[in-house]
């Protein structure tokens, strides 16, 4: 060992004792605040497909190519991390020795040729990625971008570091071919070859190129150990975590969507008949609230923007950021970790749980933090305002894009609750339809015995329940497809479409109330269950007898789909819950309705959140539009064939944004019964995109959607130009193109 040799080893295990130090605190102080949040027991059941789940998100990076450029750019950067390592622990050898290398297998030729390739594939990677960043960082001109608000330099920080780690990866490769240290083949490791054809025959400088490669690694270690918060590179250990501990791992996509998680109280669910709000949690208040999950969610959050770069308030100029969200929660967790793991805390009555002498002793700054609400303005030094938290519709863009399974949805939902249940504080203009729901059933205040005024001008009988049990579908109506003008145009269509085709089905007419979905999104869990456990008990005795897979129920209504098929089994409701759309292309395939009258005029189709990215329904519908809009001519499989869409005259027209990337209409989230007064409305963003395929027909599935968009027309002066309808009124026309349910239909729009 010479004194190059000597001075490089001492260099390196200096950097590397003081970066392992750092980084051991640093995972002891992330684990401590993670272990503050509440009790999550559910999130250690199935471990075999978490991990299958885990492995196969992360090694496929499933989520990360849903974005295939980015997507594949990280996970050669990613493996590149992974692999790599193996040659930065190499380096420690080769301080030491110019001949050094990895015991056993840094001789083997293909282990050259493997990370030689791996690490030209990661150069590639991590240039694009940087690429990217710049092209999209927030400071451009005229740019909205996905990185607003990510702390930047982090960003450039770690990107440099990978591609300069990469770079002394071949520097020391380069050194050993010049000075005839290397035992790979040129065939195996092509660009170590070259880099060494240009390097002098230095011996000193592998250990010295080694050093480097060691400081800059150690020093990345010590900078990330030094910022807890860092998400953009905590995230590379703490996502396998996330990922394994997700909500519903065997879902394919995010496992935060469809139904929201019961209100949790010491990782129980809330028993509203004994509940006891000095003893249980409603909601959450204070961030340690959240379960420990939750605060792993923050933590892992890798400050991407995926999430903020789909969602429908911050696109239309809301405060809403789903990434700051997350973002603003993670740093007032840490922040106020130090008064918490000293003994501070509220308790649920929120009187002090620390000790006066406690309290003398504890860091300002975390004091401080803890006088902040979670909710609040910012004249109240809320950590999250008011208007943040109620621009959120629940569509579950975020949740969706988020590449590792943070559950936005969850979070958002569960402030709501404590704001709704406990503060009363909630927009005012909300505060009538939960009246209404309380008091009459409906979102509207309609009259219970109006609720079957739809079937009235029919020309057959819609049965009851009751009435007949002979059904193989209960129709569940719901209170926009039983009360607004033009979801009862749905209703009719659908149930006159039903009787065509033959199928039995029966309706509960006024045995029906609120599914409870706008209760349970604005966060009044309390009327939810109980208009839950009112349709389940009725549900129950309809179903009476019957076993799941007979106990069948049609809605035409996403949000009533959503909330009978994944939310009342959390109430002792278990039922096979289909969208209409799915039956109706059923229907179709099987030859019981024949659309014989093409659609003309261009026909686009929105997909609703709540039906399609919530619940992967995305292509029934089409199936049923691309039938209509042939008039029953084409490849015999529900249209298929014309859901490509060959022209603005022939097809389906997809909009830029849709599936499971569909663009909100505004009205989820409750948000239906609250004004939208910042920003511009999102409904008309939607209308403007939808207008921009020149069809005359919007297609619908969702009774709200069809009120946002509906509106959004007749606000653009539109009216007579482009019309709103439901895929089963598409469908009506060209199965019955003369007559419809008791009225006279308006003919298609010619193109």
């Known amino acids: 060992m010479g004194s190059v040799q000597i001075v490089t080893t001492i260099l390196a295990a200096a950097i590397t004792a003081v970066a392992v130090g750092l980084a051991v605190r640093a995972v002891m102080k992330m684990v401590a605040v993670i272990r503050l949040g509440q009790p999550a027991p559910e999130r250690f059941t199935d471990k075999g497909t978490r991990t299958r789940t885990m492995l196969v998100e992360t090694a496929g990076h499933t989520r990360m190519l849903k974005w295939s450029v980015v997507g594949a750019a990280h996970w050669f950067v990613m493996v590149g991390f992974i692999v790599l390592s193996l040659l930065v622990l190499e380096a420690y050898f080769e301080v030491v020795t110019p001949a050094g290398g990895l015991p056993i297998i840094g001789h083997w030729t293909i282990f050259g040729l493997a990370t030689e390739l791996i690490g030209i594939l990661g150069l590639a990677g991590i240039l694009v990625l940087m690429a990217i ?34 770079i002394f990866g071949f520097v020391i490769r380069g050194f050993k071919v010049a000075t005839d240290h290397f035992e ?57 975590f996330n990922i394994f501990f ?25 028993d509203f008949e004994e509940a006891d709000p000095e003893k249980d949690q409603f909601g959450v208040a204070q961030v340690e609230q959240f379960s420990w999950k939750g605060l792993l969610d923050f933590s892992t959050c890798t400050e991407c923007g995926r999430c903020q770069s789909q969602c429908p308030a911050w696109n239309t100029g809301k405060p809403l950021s789903p990434k700051l969200l ?71 863009a975020c949740v969706e894009q988020c590449p590792v399974d943070i559950e936005h949805v969850d979070h958002i939902v569960d402030m709501r609750r ?25 979102p509207w205040g309609a009259p219970q015995n109006t609720r079957e005024d739809w079937t009235k001008g029919l020309d057959f009988e819609v049965p009851r329940v009751g009435e007949v049990e002979d059904f193989e579908y209960l129709f569940w109506v719901g209170c926009a497809g039983a009360f607004e003008d033009r979801a009862k145009k749905t209703t009719r269509a659908v149930a006159t479409l039903l009787n065509e085709a033959g199928v039995k089905f029966a309706i509960l007419g006024e ?121 029953g001519a084409g490849d015999g499989q529900g249209g298929a064939a014309a859901i490509s869409g ?23 989230g409750a948000r239906m019964w609250m004004e939208e007064k910042i920003g511009k409305r999102i409904n008309v963003d939607r209308v403007e995109e939808a207008m921009a395929t020149g069809a005359k027909t919007v297609a ?13 027309v007749n606000g653009k002066g539109a009216g007579e130009q482009v019309e709103v309808i439901d895929v089963a009124s598409v469908l009506l026309r060209s199965v019955k193109p003369d007559t419809a349910p008791g009225e006279k239909e308006t003919a298609p729009v010619a193109g």
């Open 133 to 166: 960043r710049l092209r999209n960082r927030p400071a451009r001109p005229g740019n909205r971008s996905r990185f607003t608000g990510s702390t930047m330099w982090q960003g450039y920080f770690v990107e440099w570091v990978v591609l300069l780690v990469l």
């Open 184 to 240: 790979y083949p040129v065939w195996a490791t092509p660009l170590s070859h070259a880099v060494g054809a240009a390097l002098p025959a230095w011996t000193a400088g592998v250990s010295v190129a080694a050093l480097i490669k060691i400081v800059i690694s150690m020093t990345w270690l010590i900078v990330i150990s030094l910022n807890v918060t860092m998400g953009v590179a905590w995230h590379r250990f703490l996502a396998f």
């Open 246 to 270: 997700k909500r519903e791992p065997a879902k394919a996509a995010g496992s935060g969507l469809g139904p929201l998680r019961p209100m949790m109280s010491d990782g129980k669910p809330l």
């Open 326 to 396: 997350v973002l603003s929660l993670r740093d007032h967790a840490y922040a106020k970790a130090p008064y918490l793991l000293a003994g501070g805390g509220k308790d649920l009555t929120g009187e002090e749980k620390a000790t006066a002498a406690q309290l003398a002793h504890m860091d300002v700054l975390a004091l401080a933090e803890a006088d902040r609400p979670l909710i609040g303005t910012a004249e109240e030094g809320g950590v999250i305002d008011p208007d943040v938290l109620w621009s959120c519709t629940t569509c579950g």
């Open 418 to 442: 404590y704001q709704v249940l406990i503060e009363s504080s909630f927009p005012s203009e909300a505060g009538v339809m939960l009246r209404n729901l309380e008091n009459k059933g409906n």
């Open 511 to 631: 045995g029906e109330t609120c599914s409870g979905d706008p209760a349970r999104r604005i966060g009044n869990e309390f009327v939810f269950q109980m208009l839950a456990q009112q349709n389940v008990e009725t549900l129950n005795e309809a179903f009476e007898g019957r076993e799941k897979a007979k106990r069948k129920i049609v809605a035409t209504c996403p949000h009533c789909f959503n909330t009978l098929g994944n939310e009342y089994g959390q109430l002792g409701g278990e039922f096979e819950v289909v969208h209409h759309t799915q039956l109706l292309a059923h229907l179709v395939s099987t030859g019981k309705l024949t659309p014989v009258q093409p659609v003309d005029g261009g026909v686009t189709y929105h997909d609703p959140c709540y039906l399609g990215r919530h619940n992967r329904v995305f292509a029934a519908p089409r199936e049923v539009l691309g039938s209509a809009i042939g008039g």
């Open 646 to 668: 060959a022209g603005r005259d022939s097809g389906l027209i997809e909009m830029p944004r849709n599936s499971e990337r569909s663009f909100c209409c505004g009205a989820g």
């Open 700 to 712: 619908v599935g969702c009774p709200f959607c069809s009120t946002m968009l509906n509106d959004g």
